[in-house]
T-cell receptor, first 112, second 116 residues
């Protein structure tokens, strides 16, 4: 949907290692988001971007950083992965702040 | 900040029965409201949205939702459930507090089971 590609789709990593997840969109949407999905918690916002080099924190931003150097790419980095960051991560985009979100298919991350 | 409450983490209905999934939001300022559906191992898809105007909103697959400001609710309904409706459903609200509409806050989801 909206030409959103998340990579990798699956990743297993060890505690303490850095991890970068990539979101690539082809729709030229201004806004991009990273959510994590966990049972019983629904989707929780990690970080979002409202333009190139413009980002802000969501409700669960601790332990995560983001970067957006181009309109089409939004990177999520776990500087030192922990087991509590095992989750499914979704990228989403939208053209304007009143528009619905378009979601990627998710990245399943397991931290052992 | 906004919050969204979805009552009932699991709802089970028989095929052909009414589907009612509940969503309440916290703000006194009318927000923008959305319902999304998620099928297994997929991302979320938009079912319907309310921004302004008519308070009864029709979406895809026969679903509709009514915005009730007095009850701060946006419940999702479908008159007759189909087996293919089995999925997880999420209510979401744009956070309008402080004029910031950039964030979309999700409820914890309701898993709908449909029995033959």
């Amino acid at each position: 949907d909206a030409g959103i590609t998340q990579s990798p789709r699956h990743k297993v990593t060890e505690t303490g290692t850095p991890v970068t997840l990539r979101c690539h969109q082809t729709e030229n949407h201004r806004y991009m988001y990273w959510y994590r999905q966990d049972p019983g918690h629904g989707l929780r916002l990690i970080h979002y971007s409202y333009g190139v080099k413009d980002t802000d924190k969501g409700e669960v931003s601790d332990g995560y950083s983001v970067s957006r150097s181009k309109t089409e790419d939004f990177l999520l980095t776990l500087e030192s992965a922990t087991s509590s960051q095992t989750s499914v991560y979704f990228c989403a985009t939208r053209p304007g702040s009143n528009s619905p979100l378009h979601f990627g298919n998710g990245t399943r991350l397991t931290v052992t | 900040a906004q919050s969204v409450t979805q009552l009932g983490s699991h709802v089970s209905v028989s095929e052909g029965a009414l589907v009612l999934l509940r969503c309440n939001y916290s703000s006194s300022v009318p927000p923008y409201l959305f319902w999304y559906v998620q099928y297994p191992n997929q991302g979320l898809q938009l079912l319907l949205k309310y921004t302004t105007g008519a308070t009864l909103v029709k979406g895809i697959n026969g679903f509709e939702a009514e915005f009730k400001k007095s009850e701060t609710s946006f419940h999702l309904t479908k008159p007759s459930a189909h087996m293919s409706d089995a999925a997880e459903y999420f209510c979401a609200v744009s956070d309008l507090v402080g004029g910031n509409t950039d964030k979309l806050i999700f409820g914890t989801g309701t898993r709908l089971q449909v029995f033959p």
